[in-house]
């Protein structure tokens, strides 16, 4: 139970987190990964190193310690860090482990400040807060259990189908081993994926946008190929080295970003490998004959990379929809496309009714968002997925 003076305590601490910053974060998940090496099957070990996870857990503790005396402020938050969680099977006894470590790591760092009663109060804002989470998860699992098709925890695919897209994404089609049915999902959420490359030490979970509408039967993920020194172990791995027969561990279908029929025009904007989860709407929206008007805008390098060009094609034909494309290093052949950066005045965009999707890479989607913003849309009509590691746009 939280007392008024545990929420004063919170409040005048908040500076002790935010001011130890990444010393914090670091000295916390090395504390974490050394007692508990088992959560590096769970943890993305690449966005460690990128830091971009480490800070993502302190600073929804601090947004938390912030908006103590109001969590609703913090209700979407909490719904796509849950869904997420949900995708990697966490238990309640994984946050008995995580604020074990957090309170250890205050403990160690801020040893002066960290007085009994700062303790006591932290220890009771973590468990109501890890509460929270637990509560929504075991929801969650219980509603995907029920469903027909449904399943918590890992459970063993086959890859029937392994199809080439562009120059660098792989679609790769997913059957479960038990031949039974798979629960449905709503196009725009992902699945987790597990694998273990060989030579890794431990387990790789990663999160792909589903590409395809659901049919009961098998999931499809679209992959890119990353570089060399950008994170894509396992993008890369599935590329290389899985193959149609071989065996995957899936996660069930979640994730907060997905198409809500809100009876208004649709907008759905991607870049790169962001069309992923518009390419399931977009198939969604055409299998139940969507009756409002539907506008596809991509943007890609170039004619090689532009993923599922051919299918989008033949959906906005058959359907009546607009598609707006750009390639930015190349002069296109066909009049939809034009060459150069995404820009949205030059589009007739439902501003005042539409609804918006956005994914792709994060300063993309900040070029989009703002475009949108100067063409009057409202900020509660975007929606958009980030791939890793959340981050506001
Ligand atoms: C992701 C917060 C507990 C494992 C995240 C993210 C946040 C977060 C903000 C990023 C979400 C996003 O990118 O959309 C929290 C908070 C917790 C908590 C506030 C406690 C109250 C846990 C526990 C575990 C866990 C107990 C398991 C041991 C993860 C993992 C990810 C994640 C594996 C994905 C990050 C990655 O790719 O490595 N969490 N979390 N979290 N969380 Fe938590």
């Not at 099977?89 to 009663?117: D, K, M, P, W």
């Not at 561990?249 to 809100?262: H, I, M, Q, S, T």
């Not at 999707?357 to 409202?378: D, E, R, T």
Request: glycine share 6%.
């Amino acid at each position: 139970m939280l007392t008024d003076k545990h929420i004063e305590i919170i409040k005048s601490t908040i500076p002790l987190l935010e001011n130890a910053g990444s010393a914090l974060t670091a000295h916390f998940y090395q504390r974490l990964f050394s007692h508990n090496p088992e959560l590096q099957d769970i943890f993305n070990m690449s966005n460690q190193q990128s830091g971009r996870q480490q800070v993502a857990l302190f600073e929804a503790i601090a947004a938390y310690a912030k908006h103590i005396e109001n969590l609703n402020a913090l209700t979407s938050a909490v719904e796509r860090i849950a869904q997420k969680h949900t995708s990697f099977n966490i238990q309640a006894e994984h946050y008995a482990i995580v604020g074990h470590h957090l309170i250890e790591t205050l403990r160690e760092l801020a040893s002066e400040a960290f007085t009994a009663e700062v303790e006591e109060a932290w220890s009771n804002a973590y468990q109501f807060l890890a509460g929270i989470f637990i509560n929504r998860e075991a929801q969650l699992y219980q509603e995907r259990a029920a469903k027909e098709g449904g399943w918590q925890g890992a459970r063993a695919f086959t890859v029937i189908d392994k199809v080439t897209e562009s120059a660098l994404v792989k679609s790769f089609i997913f059957a479960p081993v038990d031949q039974q049915a798979v629960i449905g999902f709503t196009p725009g959420q992902y699945i987790g994926l597990e694998v273990h490359p060989t030579g890794n030490d431990y387990k790789e979970i990663r999160q792909y946008s589903l590409s395809d509408k659901p049919n009961g039967k098998s999931y499809r993920i679209s992959v890119k190929r990353e570089q060399q020194g950008v994170p894509g172990k396992v993008s890369n791995y599935l590329h290389d080295s899985v193959n149609i027969g071989d065996e995957v561990k899936l996660y069930a279908p979640a994730g907060d970003f997905f198409f809500v029929d809100r009876q208004s025009p649709t907008v759905l904007i991607s870049a790169g490998v962001g069309i992923t989860p518009m390419q399931g709407m977009l198939e969604t929206l055409a299998a139940n004959k969507h009756p409002q008007p539907v506008h596809f805008l991509h943007a890609c390098e170039d004619n090689s990379q532009h993923s599922f060009a051919q299918r989008t094609a033949e959906l906005v034909k058959n359907n009546n929809w607009q598609q707006n494309i750009w390639y930015r290093n190349e002069k296109p052949q066909q009049s939809h496309i034009k060459q150069g950066m995404m820009d949205l005045s030059s589009t007739d965009l439902p501003t005042q009714t539409g609804n918006f999707y956005l994914c792709g890479p994060i300063a993309f989607m900040k070029f989009a968002k703002q475009q949108l913003l100067s063409l009057g849309v409202g900020e509660g009509n975007i929606h958009y997925e980030v791939f890793g590691p959340h981050a506001s746009l």
